[in-house]
């Protein structure tokens, strides 16, 4: 009888642990395809440059000897 009890337990746990997977699987699916996000891509990959030159900047400054 006690066997019966746990393979119940195994199985219900199995398909809360499967819905659950289903479920975030999507919502993290829309969270990454959403016109939002990609128009924020776009904006960070306009500023990449920007940020580029300043890192290059900032290396270069720190790697000079100071006089």
């Not at 009890?5 to 959403?34: C, E, K, P, Q, W």
């Not at 016109?35 to 940020?51: E, V």
């Amino acid at each position: 009888m006690k066997k019966v009890i746990i393979n119940h337990r195994v199985i219900r746990n199995y398909v809360i642990m499967v819905a659950s997977v289903i479920t975030l699987s999507a919502f993290i699916g829309d969270l990454f395809h959403s016109q939002s996000r990609i128009a924020q891509q776009d904006r960070l990959n306009g500023y990449a440059p920007f940020i580029g030159a300043g890192v290059v900047n900032y290396g270069k400054d720190f790697l000079e000897p100071s006089d």
